[in-house]
């Protein structure tokens, strides 16, 4: 697919610059000119045949109109499919323990038993002992097993999902500049989009925990959230120059911080009555736009080797 290409801002070193791209359809945009010194080859060619009184224009590097916002509906899309996740997941994992070891799935009830597990009746004085069939520790149920669970569980998923996601984060972001940035941001798309498809299977069949484990791996050998934060600070970073790239990179901040709140109270508002299928048609429908969004539209910011 033919796509429009920026620059990077060409690197100045005193009077000099080094012009490594120019978009043939920029070509007609007027170009400044600025004085060329004796650190260029041309330069000094043409002042020994002029002489040291004249000194020769040469045309300085044009910087093309920035377009950077084109980047932000990949970085808000993927915000927004991402922020509810770990409150998604977690909820998922204590009710999936919660039936397992035979509690009641309520939020009241939740809360209840687990402040009763927490909370143990001393004697009033140290001779006094309950009985066995009347100590307070026995009589209810012991809810910190479901927290022990749900917490090793969570070690799990981090140390599957880290190694695979760290390795690719490392590649790629270390090349980015190489092979470019639109690859970047379609690789977490579909991760993404393997995941919930994954997720939503699970959910409905209720399969057990190696599955779960076994598509967070898989979604994270596609790199994770933070390599399409990376590929788009970087893309805002090819189209914008000077005052303009600080403006930039404070209106991109906001809209983020926005993004990551809004999916976390809707998801926790929503995990109060209802189960997880709903959110995760959400979350995958987001990631199947993100990525068609920049399979189709989103351009290029530099000239891939």
Known sequence: MSTRKYRLAAPIDGDNAVVSYRPASLLAFPVPSRLATSNNTESSTNKSLLGDREKVEEPAPFIPPARWWLVLPCLLLITLATAGDPLLMNDLIVRRYERLYGFEASPSTQSRVCRQSKTTPMPMFYGQFFPPNQDPSHSRPDYSIVQHASASFHTKNSLVGLIPSLVTFILLGSNCD???????????????????????????????????????????????????????????????????RTRAFLFTEGLVFLCRIIPVLAVGIWLRFYLYTAPIIVFLVLSVIALLYTLFIQPESVESA
């Open 178 to 244: 190489f092979i470019g940035r639109r690859p970047l941001l379609v690789l977490p798309f579909i991760g993404k989009i393997v995941w919930y498809s994954l997720l939503l299977i699970i959910v409905s069949r209720n399969l057990s925990d190696a599955w779960l484990l076994g598509a967070h791996a898989i979604e994270s050998m596609f790199g994770s959230s933070g390599l399409v934060m990376l590929s788009a600070f970087s893309y805002i970073t090819d189209c914008t120059y000077g005052p303009m």
